[in-house]
């Protein structure tokens, strides 16, 4: 008698095989978490419990159109030539969507010590880019060879099961089975929130109790986030008034007078992919891998205890231009109506300058283009260089070598038509897969992180060798400033060692060497860089003039935890109304954290209403409008 298998115990099996692939690749993470951060995560039966209800919701929608074929179709229909491929897809295809995707969550968990969260989300957008990054830094080739040996007698199961399916007794009751997961699947994929039941968790438990498909959907459908709804807040009178006297201005929105006349000096800044402090041996480094760096932080204006405010290129862009906090979710680049707002390229503007962006890569990547197009700036990016020009190119874009030529390129065109100029210049080399041009460097190229750095170093020093045989150079002030570091993990949501980036200014001609060690962060960047030509401006800015107040604070943030540091102190604003005194000691390791959850924050201690204040109303400036550009210079 001919073997026979009941749909519903099909499909029991299936969700069993999903839900043991889901607990072993946690059980990998867990693994992996504490041989690389040497922790055991605290609360993991409750993660792992957690997960489950995760692995269930994802499990609901993945094998939604196979629960729906065996309640719908007959038995008998199932062995069609029509619907058996329907079922076999049905059947395999989440198995392999599920494999896929945990796949490439491994190389993204080794790139950020996190699991697919909204950069992963991100990157999806941008196929060229991310396609040519993973193909030029993974075995891909053999990764999907080994998927097709470890599927194929997979898929040759499931048909065979599938041509001996039967049904006995009445409808409803040989499909209970079906009903029941049906119903196990849809109560938790209805119920279940990342933001709701992770968000008071720690870092370790929380990436731990993930489901790398639920928490991808999960970040796409929540990367705006309402600062009033999530975190405690005040009333916006409060938000106003304790934002005024933190800047101390009688408003936001006030007028800067340098009291000086302006320095008309051409600026070049140089903002460096995933440079962090640490790669320099100014900052303890044993490795010779950035001389040139290391030189000019010695012969330059060095600020060597600045802070990256988040931990990506758009991040570090916002902050450089808007000179605002690092506002919960997206970063203002990537949101909707964010043109023609007041920025760093809008005083030089009002000043006569030609204001350029200039970029290795296709500028459509993380809406870079429209961005600095809609807020007065030219865009130049690889999609308008000349061919003849691009020597070297990977998949972020050209060698750095040959975006410094373009720069002096475009720097001599502007000179020749006697115009000042501003160039904020985004590198891309210091960058997987970490591919530059043989023979510039004592690394082989594609051979790591510090390969790709000390090519990026070395570009810079031929870029400031060919510039000072131009006539501009006399007159041009060069910044090197990071975009973010290179990598921010951790056992702490914001490990502020790992935000601390090099900022230099640079041209003897202009400055005298000097070291600044005032605690800052990248909202500072424009109006200090402002206050040193003696710039006057009607300012929307948060940050501060270094040469003037020269307050001990920074902003850093993730994208869901933003947070205030002062010495020995940092205040950090999370979901669900949560905010978190963390005592630290010098080096900026916490000591002891008190956590409270308020709705309203107006009976908190004032550091913690006025940090809330600050990225309050930091939001409402840019979603009221009042951000726009409605004046220019007098």
Known sequence: MEKTTKPDKYLAIIFALYLGFCFLQRLIYAIWIFASAKVIPERIVLALTKGI????????????????????????????????????????FPFFLVVFTA????????EFNARFNFIAVDYLVYTHEVVRNVWESYPIVWAFFGMFLVFSPFVMWLSRMIKTFSY????????????????????????????KLLAHDSYWPRELGKNTLFAMFSAYHNNAISFEEFYTSVDSPTAERLTTQWLREPSIIRKVDSGTPPRKWNVVVVIIESFSARFMQTYGNKKPIT???????????????????????????????LSIPPTPGQSILRRPDSDGLFNLGTVFSGQGYRTQFIYGGYALFDN???WFSGNGFE??????????????????????????????????????????????????????PYTYPEGRIDIPSKSGREGAVKYTDYAIGRFLKMSEAKPWFK?????????????????????????????????PNLIQPQKMDTLASQIDFAPTLLGLLGFSYESKF???????????????????????????????????????????DENGKILNTKTVKARHGHSLPPDAQETISLYQSAGELFNSGRAKAVSRIQ
């Open 168 to 195: 006995d007794g009445p409808w409803l009751t040989a499909r209970r089975s079906v009903l029941l997961l049906f119903t196990a699947g849809l109560v938790p994929a209805m119920a279940v929130s990342e933001q």
């Open 475 to 507: 007159n041009t002030l060069f910044i090197f400033v990071a975009d973010h570091n290179a990598a921010v993990a951790g056992g702490t949501d914001i490990p502020i060692a790992d935000y601390l980036i090099p900022v230099i200014f640079y041209n």
């Open 542 to 584: 948060y940050g501060q003039d270094l040469f003037k107040k020269q307050d001990q604070r920074a902003f850093l943030g993730t994208y869901q935890k933003v947070a205030y540091y002062t010495p020995g102190k940092m205040i950090v604003l999370a979901p669900g109304y949560t905010v978190e005194t963390q005592t630290l």
């Open 368 to 370: 870079m283009k429209q």
């Open 291 to 321: 001389p040139n760096m290391d030189r000019l932080a010695g012969e330059g204006l060095f600020f060597s205890n600045l802070y990256a405010t988040g931990t990506r290129t758009v991040r570090g862009l916002e902050a450089l231009m």
């Open 379 to 432: 865009v130049h990016d690889r999609g308008t260089f000349d061919s003849a020009d691009v020597h070297f190119a990977n998949a972020w874009g050209v060698c750095d070598e040959d975006l410094f030529d373009q720069v002096i390129k475009n720097a001599d065109q502007m000179h020749t038509a006697r115009e000042p100029f501003f160039q904020a210049v985004l590198t891309t080399s210091n960058h997987r």
């Open 103 to 110: 796949i490439g969550e491994l190389g993204f968990f080794n």
């Open 53 to 92: 209800l995760f692995d269930l919701a994802a499990a609901f929608y993945l094998f939604l159109p196979l629960m729906a074929l065996l309640l719908l179709v007959p038995a008998k229909r199932m062995r069609s030539r029509y619907i058996f491929p329907l079922f076999l897809c049905a059947s395999f």
